[in-house]
């Protein structure tokens, strides 16, 4: 049953990768590409040439612990290594650095690293390495890691190229952990050479190193000779040029001076189409949603909360915010997900009338007023102003108050003004790590600071204490139907992953993360 | 008696320099504080607790007093330690070395432009008040002091970068690297810059020589029987170089202070950006270190235009 589920989740993908394809192959029939399909599928990687893309931020830090924005891991990806990889397609844990792991108990992991890897600057990554960068992510006083590194209570080296964790308690989200921001290995030279400047020189044992970043305008890679794995490193160099603005990126690759631009706006989708360049489009854990307050009324109601949901069209968010790109989701997870339930599709349907009659039933027969935290750019106000329409049809008169990002934060989850927020969430590769930082009491972006459902927290601990797939998915659906049930959150769309790349450039798939790597890219000869 | 001149003024200067280094920076360091957000939730990521955030305030120093953090920069800042951004983590110093020379090259270029057409013009409204030409350059004047520069830039992008492609529609070009390039990326945000300098420049340069010209001393000179060519050029313009260098010293303040909106319009990875993306960040380090750097150049120039003025007219020092 498992594996038939998991081969379903795998399949859905790999039909997205099908339609990724096809939709090049179309484009080419169209007479916008150079290339049949075909020739694309036909033609081999070949190494040499340097990428040069378009990022909108440069990171906030090259050091993985320290770092603190999503947008950061396309600029680790090609840095650091970590001790477990993701299959991209399925966002499950696969060999990295650790070609292999074990849990003799549910308390102890033990992770077999790969032998013979080197740093950029010619450190072993050996278990010595390893153990290092786990205590600087559980304990050091920079770590914005340490949150996660919770469960682990002791780290030790029990073989040249063995380390073994010991947990507090059973803690399957682990390996998840190891796979993100945790478990990208830095070498221990560097970081004790740089200090704390070490988020500005960054020293992994990824397949390209870095060699320069100069502020807000230009981050150089090039390939690390002694990287372990083959074919992966295909181009000689990385040149991200960091344009904020994505019209003026967009035009950079149009007019050649770059070869590939990431994180555009739907509205620029005609103009991908009429430039000739290679679209890329998928869907991602990013997920636009309401935050809501549910320690305060009129939040703190359960039917207000749900009369929230069924007064939302959702189809139509995305239609007139994102031109149907978004897929609308009451989830946060895509499609693709092994964390999907297929059984919360079709709830929540679009229903005023249903929602009138709920807020009546809470005791608010003419409707609510509801402040709302939003963002002050120019597409946040635009979805802000689709919202106030749809609401005001069932009585629900939003207010919105829009700061600038950097403060959306402070305000509702810090001095916890306001009933609600309206703001996009990365999401985390692990469904445990999305609820936890979503409903844990003590978690910074959970305003209320209290359990939001009875059972919610017992079922949040549970998922993390099985470690077999298919009792861990069982585990997750039981935490998103107490949170779709209780309507603790309104997720209304998915954010959809926008590239454009020019038609030198092969062997690029896009990602549920929605943040491009770059392993196995290459250019074809010009 | 030369050399104790310049002396003393210098003297003068560098006693003033402290003062005014210390209140633009503490009024800059004030500002920010208003400005809204917390740095504390912006270092700690979206996965955090409010024990981490508090940890994060003291790692920074961002719990302890306003007068105690102004401090404890201050002092560093005497001592050449200007820190690192708090966001970036890179050296304020290094930022500011790798922006101030693309600011300088547009504020410079835009100078010049300001000089070379508006004292022309200036000139040439003052040889016939009231005339056509005259009427002439005082609507170009007015024009340059209404339009907004950010409007202006825009209308020469879409114009001369994007339509005819005679320019760069954006970024820059280091000096040291490529000149040419270097002047051909700052010429269109050096024309956004220079419009309103060079209509300054003109109507100060015609009222300046109109009232030379009808001073009495002048009229003595046409009674000497000089030609007009000789009083105009010789007398009227040295007349009036102390008025173009109050002007020229006024620009360059101006001036530093108006590249930040041309700057995001061209996206010159320049100082104007750098206080832009540091204050909207609360990255006070960086913030004070732009001001300070400010701060210096205005200094520098006020004296080397001090000194100017006591050449071209010695009865300045004596006053």
């Known amino acids: 049953m498992s594996e038939k589920k998991m081969v379903d989740a795998g399949s859905r993908v790999a039909l997205g990768r099908r339609q990724w394809i096809s939709m090049v192959g179309g484009m080419a029939a169209a007479g916008s590409l150079g290339l049949a399909s075909g020739d694309v599928l036909a033609q081999a990687p070949r190494r040499g040439g340097v990428l040069r893309i378009v990022a909108p931020l440069q990171p906030t830090s090259m050091d993985p612990y320290a770092g603190r924005h999503g947008n950061d891991h396309v600029y680790l990806f090609p840095a650091f290594d970590s001790l477990i990889d993701v299959d991209l397609d399925t966002l499950e844990p696969k060999p990295g650095l650790a070609q292999s792991w074990s849990f003799p108990d549910s308390t102890t992991l033990v992770l077999n690293l790969r032998p013979g890897v080197v740093f950029h600057d010619g450190t072993p990554c050996d278990a010595e390495a390893v153990r290092y960068n786990l205590e600087r992510a559980k304990s050091h006083e920079r770590s914005n890691v340490k949150i996660d590194m919770k469960s682990v209570d002791s780290i030790a080296v029990t073989g040249p190229s063995q380390v073994t964790l010991k947990l507090t308690k059973p803690d399957s989200v682990i390996l998840m952990t190891l796979a993100d921001r945790a478990g990208m290995m830095s070498s221990p030279t560097a970081i004790k050479a740089a200090g704390n400047e070490y988020g500005r020189v960054a020293v992994g044992a990824g397949p390209w190193r870095l060699v320069s970043w100069k502020d807000n305008e230009k981050l150089v890679y090039e390939r690390h000779p002694q990287y372990w794995a083959k074919d992966v490193a295909l181009l000689d160099g990385l040149e991200f040029s960091v344009i904020p603005e994505v019209n003026t990126g967009l035009r950079t690759v149009v007019a050649g001076q770059n070869d590939f631009v990431y994180g555009l706006a739907p509205q620029q989708k005609p103009i991908i189409e009429r430039s000739g360049l290679q679209m890329v489009q998928g869907s991602t854990l990013a997920t636009w949603q309401i935050y809501l307050n549910y320690s305060k009324p009129p939040f703190d109601n359960v039917k207000v909360r749900q009369a929230m949901h069924y007064a939302l069209d959702r189809d139509e968010f995305s239609r007139l915010t994102t031109a149907g790109m978004a897929e609308p989701t009451t989830q946060t997870l895509p499609r693709g997900h092994w964390g999907y339930d297929k059984t919360l599709e079709g709830t929540y349907k679009h229903d005023p009338k249903r929602a009138r009659e709920l807020l009546a039933e809470a005791g608010y027969p003419n409707g609510i007023d509801v402040e709302v935290i939003g963002r002050n750019d120019q597409r946040s106000q635009q979805q802000a102003e689709v919202l106030i329409e749809q609401y005001r049809k069932s009585g629900i008169r939003l207010k919105f108050m829009n700061v600038p990002a950097n403060e959306l934060g402070a305000k509702f989850m810090g001095e916890r003004i306001g009933n609600a927020a309206v703001s996009v969430y990365t999401g985390r590769v692990d469904p445990s790590q999305l609820y936890s930082i979503m409903f844990d009491k003590s978690s910074f972006i959970n305003a209320s600071r209290m359990e939001g459902a009875p059972g919610l927290e017992a079922a949040m601990e549970a998922a993390r204490a099985v470690y077999d797939k298919e009792a861990r998915r069982q585990a997750v659906w039981k935490i998103q139907r107490i949170v779709h049930e209780h309507a603790l959150y309104v997720p209304l769309a998915l954010q959809p992953e926008l590239d454009a790349m020019s038609q030198r450039v092969k062997g690029f798939k896009p990602n549920l993360l929605g943040k491009p790597r770059f392993h196995g890219v290459w250019l074809a000869a010009s | ?319």
Do not use: C
């Open chain 2, 1 to 319: 008696m030369q050399g104790s001149r310049w002396s003393r003024l210098l003297g003068r200067r560098l006693v003033q320099v402290g003062p005014v280094a210390i209140l633009a920076t503490f009024v800059v360091f004030a500002l920010v504080q208003l400005i809204p957000g917390d740095l504390a939730i912006a270092l700690a990521g979206e996965h955090t607790t409010e024990e981490r955030i508090a940890e994060i305030r003291r790692i920074h120093g961002l719990d302890r007093p306003f007068l105690v953090q102004y401090g404890t920069w201050l002092w560093d800042a005497v001592r050449g330690d200007l820190s690192v951004s708090l966001l970036t983590g890179e050296s304020v110093l290094t930022s500011i070395a790798q922006r101030l020379p693309n600011t300088l090259v547009v504020v410079g270029s835009a100078l010049v432009i300001s000089m070379l057409v508006g004292i022309p013009l200036g000139i040439a409204a003052s040889i016939r008040p009231g005339s056509r030409l005259d009427g002439f350059v005082t609507v170009i004047a007015s024009l340059g002091i209404a339009l907004p520069g950010f409007w202006l830039a825009m209308i020469l992008v879409a114009t001369f970068a994007m339509t005819f492609q005679w320019f760069p529609a954006s970024g820059s070009v280091a000096l040291t690297e490529d000149w040419r390039a270097s002047l051909r990326h700052a010429a269109l945000p050096a024309m956004a810059l220079a419009a309103s300098g060079i209509a300054e420049v003109a109507r100060q340069t015609r009222s300046a020589l109109l009232e030379v010209l009808s001073s009495q001393y002048v009229r003595t000179l046409y009674a000497k029987g000089l030609p007009q060519r000789l009083v105009f050029w010789k007398h009227g313009l040295k007349n009036i170089s102390v008025t173009l260098l109050t002007v020229f010293g006024l620009l360059v303040n101006r001036m530093l202070g108006a590249t930040v909106v041309v700057e995001a319009v061209f996206a010159i990875p320049g100082m104007g950006s750098l206080i832009v993306n540091a204050a909207t960040g609360k990255d006070f380090p960086v913030v004070q270190g732009v001001m300070l750097t400010m701060v210096a150049i205005v200094i520098v120039l006020n004296l080397l235009i001090d000194i100017l003025y006591t050449a071209l007219d010695p009865r300045v020092d004596r006053r």
